[in-house]
């Protein structure tokens, strides 16, 4: 959690770029789509209001009492193997594009139980450590940092850190590519093909049994959607910035 007088920018900029996502989520949900689309759509919606809650001390207590960290847990772990399944059904049905696509999607569900799961270990390492200094990452590592024994070699948080590196790498990766989708011009995208019959058919953005609508690359709601991705992973990115503070101490300079 985060707080608007401690890291006043970090604080707006995830409320708002969570609220995009939720928001274009919301639209998503009710474009015409099959049962696998509408079950993919409705765990990125979910996803999207969970980070958004996350932001702020307020929501995410309210959200808690409501639903247990441990049940968030389970629930994202669950949307990890349903993406999963659907990268394996992509692969088998010889669509490389969707299944890249799905585990994609896979990767991000889990980098979302992996930064859960590190809140409630953390949420109950600070139980025992009443006297821990104010260092530390105020809850769940979302903020300033990992310090104290809880951070020190060998610890869960440490252990954590470690497994979160290549969960953190695919975010930051995975939004340097919605920014080249969301910049893309409009005529490079549109590739074209000509049928026998001369007629010029335009090459979708994404693959046919992905998770939405076929767009052409370079239409308003392709860069929509590209700007929901960016805001996804680089949110989520920034937001768990403070759970690699055990082995990436300068990381600290996130929280601003």
């Not at 689309?37 to 702020?56: C, E, G, K, W, Y």
């Not at 990767?107 to 590190?118: D, E």
């Not at 910049?183 to 049994?209: I, N, S």
Request: some cysteine; charged content about 10%.
């Amino acid at each position: 959690m985060f707080t608007l007088a401690d890291t006043p920018v970090k604080f707006v900029a995830l409320l708002a770029l969570f609220a995009w996502c939720t928001v274009w989520c919301t639209y998503e949900l009710t474009r015409r789509q099959d049962a696998r689309q509408r079950i993919s759509n409705a765990a990125h919606l979910t996803m999207a209001v969970v980070m958004l809650l996350m932001v702020a001390r307020p929501t995410w207590v309210a959200l808690t009492a409501l639903v247990p960290t441990s049940a968030l847990v389970a629930a994202f772990a669950v949307g990890t193997a349903w993406f999963g399944w659907l990268a394996v059904d992509g692969f088998r049905a010889a669509d490389r594009r969707a299944g890249l696509h799905f585990c994609g999607h896979a990767t991000m569900f889990a980098a979302m139980t992996w930064h859960l799961a590190a809140m409630a270990v953390k949420a109950q390492h600070s139980a025992g450590h009443q006297v821990m200094s104010h260092q530390g990452m105020g809850h769940g590592g979302m903020s300033h940092g990992a310090t104290g024994p809880g951070a020190q070699p060998g610890t869960a948080m440490w252990v954590f850190a470690l497994i979160g590196v290549p969960l953190m790498t695919y975010l930051l990766a995975a939004g340097v590519i919605a920014i080249r989708e969301l910049t893309r011009p409009r005529v490079a995208e549109l590739e074209q093909a000509t049928t026998g019959a001369g007629v010029a058919v335009l090459t979708p953005a994404g693959p046919e049994r992905g998770c939405h609508e076929l767009r052409a690359v370079g239409s308003t709601a392709h860069r929509l959607a590209a700007s929901c991705d960016v805001a996804m992973n680089f949110g989520m990115f920034w937001m768990s910035t403070g759970l690699l503070v055990p082995i990436l101490p300068f990381f600290t300079v996130f929280a601003f």
